[in-house]
C-alpha cells in the first residue's frame, strides 16, 4: 500500500492540496473482546476549506469495510467527508465514501 500512498501524496503535491500523513486524527472503535481500538487514516486533506479523511487499499477485506462505516460515522458527526480509494489505479469507492464530489 506504501505505492499506493506514494501516488496520492504526489497528487495532492501536483494538484497545491493541502494534506497531512502524520494528522493524529484516531478514530475510535472497539474490538471483538470489547476493547477500545482506534483507526487512524492514511491522510487528512483540506480541500478549500473543506476537511476530507482518505484511506487508500491495494485490495478490500472486511476489516477495511468496518473502518469505512465508523469513520464515515465519525466524519458525519464532524461535518467532514470520507474516501476510500481502491486498487493499483486508485479508484474512489463510492459506497465506502460519504462524499462523492
Do not use: Q
Not at 2 to 16: R, V
Not at 23 to 34: A, E, F, L, M, Y
Not at 75 to 84: A, T
Amino acid at each position: 500500500d506504501s505505492s499506493l500512498e506514494m501516488k496520492k501524496m504526489l497528487e495532492y503535491e501536483k494538484e497545491g492540496i493541502t494534506w497531512a500523513k502524520k494528522h493524529k486524527i484516531r478514530i475510535p472503535d472497539g474490538n471483538s473482546k470489547g476493547l477500545k481500538t482506534y483507526y487512524v487514516a492514511d491522510f487528512c486533506v483540506n480541500r478549500n476549506g473543506d476537511i476530507y479523511i482518505e484511506e487508500t487499499k491495494g485490495w478490500l477485506k472486511a476489516v477495511d469495510k468496518h473502518k469505512a462505516i465508523i469513520a464515515i460515522k465519525y466524519c458525519i458527526e464532524r461535518g467532514w467527508h470520507y474516501r476510500f480509494y481502491l486498487g493499483t489505479t486508485i479508484n474512489l469507492i463510492m459506497e465506502l465514501s460519504s462524499d462523492t464530489a
